[in-house]
């Protein structure tokens, strides 16, 4: 056992959490290392329950919104169940799309990387799409205290947060959101852990990491040039 593997023996779960906000390198080199999959996927799931069941009654407002202004005719007693089916479903499909984002995603910068010439282990790449993922999941839970504060459901910290009201809908607000700063922030991070655990180039791994989200952005583009 060399004295690297040694020491991140060491490193408990909880310094890996700390260490991607105040010393990324660092959370980096470890979790390509020696790769947590369970464990963070656990914090990730109970963050998500957290920071979205909080947020049903906004849920439960965006959907009687909706229904009001459907021009279907609907009696009382089916009302309060669409309301009610609507906001569960939107808050679970919320924690589901938060839960297994980052599990896509390192299936996906593994997929990139290895057509790019990678070495590394998919499971040392997801290893550190989670540990990365850590931010996302802070910047969610702040997201929530101004949601929860302002009571609009459409904040975020991204330029999409300028527009006017009554943009909230179009594809130019969720192309401006997907620039958000925790968003932006993650990918850096996860870039630099796959550039160690993949041993690829800072350009590869800019294009493992990034590729998929600028591609993703692109489309948001395409379609805010057909509006």
Same mark, same amino acid.
């Given at each position: 056992?060399?004295?690297?593997?040694?020491?991140? %023996? /060491?490193?408990?779960?909880?310094?890996?959490?700390?260490?991607?906000?105040?010393?990324?390198?660092?959370?980096? #080199?470890?979790?390509? %290392?020696?790769?947590?999959?369970?464990?963070?996927? +656990?914090?990730?799931?109970?963050?998500?329950?957290?920071?979205?069941?909080?947020?049903?009654?906004?849920?439960? @407002?965006?959907?009687?919104?909706?229904? %009001?202004? $459907?021009?279907?005719?609907?009696?009382? *007693? %089916?009302?309060?169940?669409?309301?009610?089916?609507?906001?569960?479903?939107?808050?679970?499909?919320?924690?589901?799309?938060?839960?297994?984002? =980052?599990?896509? @995603?390192?299936?996906?910068?593994?997929?990139? $990387?290895?057509?790019?010439?990678?070495?590394? @282990?998919? #499971?040392?790449?997801?290893?550190?799409?989670?540990?990365?993922?850590?931010?996302?999941?802070?910047?969610?839970?702040?997201?929530?205290?101004?949601?929860?504060?302002?009571?609009? =459901?459409?904040?975020?910290?991204? =330029?999409?947060?300028?527009?006017?009201?009554?943009? /909230?809908?179009?594809?130019?607000?969720?192309?401006?959101?997907?620039? *958000?700063?925790?968003?932006?922030?993650?990918?850096? +991070?996860?870039?630099?852990?796959?550039?160690?655990? /993949?041993?690829?180039?800072?350009?590869?791994?800019?294009?493992?990491?990034?590729? =998929?989200?600028?591609?993703?952005?692109?489309?948001?583009?395409?379609?805010?040039?057909?509006?």
């Amino acid at each position: 056992m060399d004295e690297n593997q040694s020491k991140n %023996e /060491q490193v408990s779960f909880l310094t890996r959490i700390i260490d991607v906000f105040i010393a990324p390198k660092r959370a980096m #080199k470890v979790a390509s %290392e020696k790769s947590i999959i369970l464990g963070f996927l +656990v914090v990730i799931a109970i963050s998500a329950m957290i920071i979205y069941i909080p947020q049903r009654p906004m849920f439960l @407002k965006m959907t009687m919104t909706a229904i %009001e202004n $459907s021009k279907e005719a609907i009696s009382a *007693d %089916e009302v309060d169940t669409l309301i009610s089916g609507g906001a569960n479903a939107a808050m679970f499909l919320s924690m589901f799309y938060f839960i297994c984002t =980052p599990l896509f @995603k390192g299936l996906v910068v593994y997929a990139v $990387s290895t057509i790019l010439g990678g070495k590394g @282990k998919l #499971k040392s790449t997801v290893g550190i799409v989670l540990n990365a993922y850590m931010i996302m999941m802070i910047g969610q839970a702040l997201r929530m205290i101004v949601v929860l504060a302002t009571g609009n =459901p459409y904040f975020s910290f991204s =330029p999409a947060v300028f527009l006017p009201v009554g943009q /909230q809908t179009t594809p130019l607000f969720s192309l401006l959101s997907a620039v *958000d700063i925790f968003a932006v922030w993650y990918l850096a +991070v996860s870039m630099y852990g796959v550039q160690i655990a /993949q041993k690829l180039t800072p350009v590869k791994a800019f294009l493992a990491v990034f590729g =998929p989200w600028l591609m993703m952005l692109s489309f948001g583009l395409a379609g805010v040039s057909g509006m």
